[in-house]
């Protein structure tokens, strides 16, 4: 089989059945080593441009004259000429070329072209004697792949009976040093940044003399039409006076390649079937994906390492396509292994599927697909409390001990069904005897008796275990979602232990109700939007409503915002409502008779999840409210995961010249950084300080926070109003605004839309 691997590969490498893959990836090589040209050479086009505009082919030499002197003039430093001048034309003409290659004195080259004639022998095709007594010929032949026929080198030079040509980059470059035989060209050179310019256009005077001066000028086709062309790496199909001035850039930048081939490739892999011999059989499959995998990007990287830095040139297919029949060798020697191990793999995940790894205990599902039994069943879950705080802090294995000694210690604890329902969560089942109290005191020991001191890898942890209990379910599945909201009810009630009663159920189902009804409401159009003025405490006039969101269920009645904000939060669903709110408030107050504010709350959610700015973008643009008239209330959260997504998402909506307030100051997790780094206009006051004022310290609390936030520039709006005594207490220690139901109860935006067309607005209204 390896002796095989070895033929099949050297007949691929041989044949040029790789070639198409050590293209892509001679490509690619060189694409990661791209680096500049120098600005020093510049091809002269004889594109199809030139073409046209002249008119005629084959040119009149007289024209080649008068670009070489229009050239010389312009100052540059030589002129090579890719262009077959071996045979005679028009006397005039080759005489006015001549001429210009005199004044030239030396520094203009003509092409000459080696070939193999049928003897065997090389012929040159020089240029015309009198055009050679006035300019050195240069070799400009090009090698190409005898398989693929791709370009990719050139000789040096070549010598006949009249003496030894040189290549023409050889010529312009001047290497001091001496060069290999044949020239690999660099094509990591980008070739975008080689300077290109049209045959007419130097002609006729429309290039910069500038552009040309100090640089050397290569001569040559560029035309379809004219058909000197190469197929080469990277580039595809190049013009041939271009392919000489790369490879002149090849040699001004000193990078004298040389060409490896597959060799390399070719060694490795017969060293790693040598080593196949022995390791194939011991190692297992994915080890030898990886280990071939590692080896295959190890030799395209060293192979890209080594063109870029050492110049050598590595066929890298014979590499990979080696290692893709190894890997095939290791397939099939190792598939009946595969087989029997797949087949084990099975066994172990039957047994998987119903127990828990970890404690050998059944899992949740193992512990559902038990046989029924006859008669009802008692479920207690246990759970360990901060397991994932001391998983953060001590590490998985730590606490995976502490789980499998508590496991070992419920094995003892005489119930007949033990399952790990979740990551610290276990389920004890027995028989239900129908005693309630029972039940409770069963549970409860439980709790006593597991709860405390674990030792785990010289850590003492105290763990506090926390039951909920249920009875009477039909099914298992039945039986521990009871027992799971009764668990859950434990912990929001801080007791060790709680029973399943059927309004925990109806409390799920009323939340699970709200859940689906609420991703329908609005399609349905049963949210709408009420407003409280706001109120300027000095004048008493209506500066302003804030828009309060209202759900009317068809079922349910009227459901409180502060039942379904928080689960719309918990959703996302937040989102699209924050969405209906801005565009309905604005649409409102874009009708009002009286050009005042409406303030919308933004959940802290809206900020991580959706781009808000666009929002209001959009709620403006669409409603035609102007943006001093909308303010945005942020609330003080916990919730604020990335206070600077949130800071700059502020700066955005800022931009947009809306008002910006922080609504439920001192309620939060805000800081006094607050005042010096977010770009907020108003701070809306917790009516909680508002109300409780009965003491002294109650009222300095009030006074220091409006003091510090006009201290600041900040606007202060204090919500919970609910007697003169208040209004005028706020207005007295300086707050700016004033809310609540002292001046009005939320109104539906037509009772708004009354409200502001009374004379007397700043009288109070309910």
Same mark, same amino acid.
């Given at each position: ?35 500049? *040209? ?64 005199? $004044? ?22 020089? &240029? ?9 010929? +240069? ?30 980059? *050889? ?37 910069? &003399? ?8 290569? /001569? ?18 190049? &013009? ?43 190692? $297992? ?11 295959? !990007? ?80 008692? !479920? /207690? %879950? ?8 001391? $998983? ?32 610290? #969560?276990?389920?004890?089942?027995? &028989? ?46 039945? %039986? ?25 159920? #109806? ?10 009804? !609420? ?47 928080? !689960? ?36 802290? /959610? ?18 035609? %409210? ?13 919730? +604020? ?12 909506? $800022?931009?947009?010249? /809306? ?23 108003? *701070? ?36 919970? +109003? ?45």
């Amino acid at each position: 089989m390896a002796t095989a691997t070895m033929l099949v590969l050297l007949a691929l490498t041989q044949t040029g059945m790789l070639a198409s893959l050590d293209h892509r990836l001679t490509d690619w090589r060189l694409t990661i080593a791209s680096h500049p *040209v120098s600005d020093t050479t510049i091809v002269v086009e004889i594109d199809s441009a030139s073409l046209a505009e002249i008119g005629v082919w084959p040119w009149p030499r007289g024209l080649h004259a008068t670009l070489l002197d229009r050239l010389l003039a312009a100052g540059v430093d030589e002129v090579a000429f890719d262009i077959d001048f071996s045979s005679s034309s028009d006397p005039f003409d080759d005489a006015l070329f001549t001429a210009a290659l005199e $004044r030239a004195g030396g520094y203009a080259w003509l092409a000459a072209f080696a070939q193999t004639g049928a003897d065997g022998q090389l012929y040159f095709s020089r &240029p015309l004697p009198e055009f050679a007594a006035a300019a050195d010929p +240069v070799l400009v032949n090009v090698l190409l792949d005898p398989l693929t026929g791709t370009a990719h080198s050139l000789p040096i030079a070549a010598t006949d009976a009249e003496g030894t040509i040189p290549a023409l980059a *050889v010529q312009l470059a001047r290497v001091s040093g001496p060069l290999p035989d044949i020239l690999e060209i660099d094509f990591s050179l980008d070739l975008a940044g080689l300077q290109r310019v049209s045959f007419t256009d130097i002609l006729y005077g429309r290039v910069d &003399p500038a552009i040309l001066a100090g640089k050397q000028i290569i /001569v040559g086709a560029s035309a379809i039409e004219l058909r000197d062309f190469f197929t080469v790496p990277r580039y595809g199909v190049i &013009p041939g006076p271009v392919l000489q001035a790369l490879t002149l850039e090849t040699l001004k930048a000193g990078r004298v390649l040389t060409n490896l081939g597959s060799l390399p490739g070719t060694v490795i892999v017969f060293a790693l079937v040598l080593i196949s011999l022995f390791w194939l059989r011991k190692a $297992r499959l994915p080890v030898i994906f990886v280990a071939l995998v590692a080896i295959s !990007l190890i030799g395209e990287a060293l192979a890209a390492l080594a063109f870029a830095q050492a110049g050598l040139m590595i066929s890298t297919a014979s590499l990979h396509m080696g290692l893709f029949l190894l890997l095939g060798l290791a397939v099939a020697d190792n598939g009946y292994h595969h087989l029997q191990a797949r087949r084990s793999a099975q066994q172990r995940l039957q047994f998987m599927a119903t127990h828990d790894a970890a404690t050998g205990l059944l899992s949740r599902q193992g512990l559902i697909e038990l046989p029924p039994h006859a008669t009802p069943q008692l !479920l /207690v %879950l246990l759970q360990l409390q901060a397991t994932d705080e001391l $998983r953060a802090t001590l590490g998985h294995d730590v606490v995976e001990n502490v789980i499998r000694q508590f496991a070992h210690r419920l094995s003892h604890a005489g119930f007949a069904e033990i399952a790990r329902t979740a990551p610290s #969560t276990f389920a004890l089942a027995n &028989p239900d005897n129908g005693d309630a109290d029972q039940m409770s005191r069963i549970a409860r020991q439980l709790c006593s008796s597991l709860s405390g001191e674990y030792h785990a890898d010289e850590h003492h942890l105290h763990v506090e275990i926390v039951a909920g209990y249920a009875s009477g379910a039909d099914s298992r599945d039945e %039986l521990l979602n009871r027992a799971e909201i009764a668990l859950i009810q434990a912990r929001a009630d801080r007791v060790k232990a709680r029973g399943f009663s059927p309004s925990d159920q #109806t409390a799920l189902d009323r939340h699970r109700q709200l859940d689906r009804d !609420l991703r329908r409401a609005l399609s349905r159009n049963q949210l709408r939007l009420n407003f409280q003025p706001q109120v300027d405490l000095r004048t008493r006039n209506i500066i302003g409503a804030e828009a309060l969101m209202r759900w009317d269920h068809p079922e349910l009645g009227s459901v409180s915002p502060t039942e379904f904000i928080p !689960l719309a939060e918990e959703t996302g669903l937040i989102v699209e409502l924050g969405r209906w709110i801005l565009r309905e408030a604005c649409q409102q107050a874009a009708s009002w008779p009286s050009p005042i504010t409406v303030a919308v709350n933004v959940s802290p /959610v809206q900020f991580h999840q959706a781009d808000i700015a666009v929002t209001v973008a959009a709620a403006l643009h669409r409603s035609g %409210l102007p943006a001093s008239r909308l303010e945005l209330e942020i609330t003080e959260s916990s919730r +604020v995961t990335d206070p600077a997504r949130v800071h700059a998402v502020m700066w955005q909506l $800022r931009k947009l010249g /809306v008002r910006l307030a922080i609504d439920d100051f001192g309620t939060g997790y805000s800081s006094l950084s607050y005042f010096r780094d977010l770009p907020f206009d108003l *701070v809306k006051i917790d009516q909680s300080f508002v109300r409780d004022r009965t003491s002294a310290a109650d009222r300095s609390l009030l006074a220091a926070i409006i003091d510090l936030s006009a201290k600041m520039d900040k606007l202060t709006i204090a919500e919970g +109003v609910e007697d003169e005594n208040a209004a005028r207490l706020l207005a007295e220690m300086g707050c700016t605004y004033g809310q609540g139901y002292y001046f009005s109860r939320p109104i539906s935006g037509t009772d708004l839309c009354d409200l502001l067309t009374q004379p007397a607005q700043r009288e109070q209204t309910g």
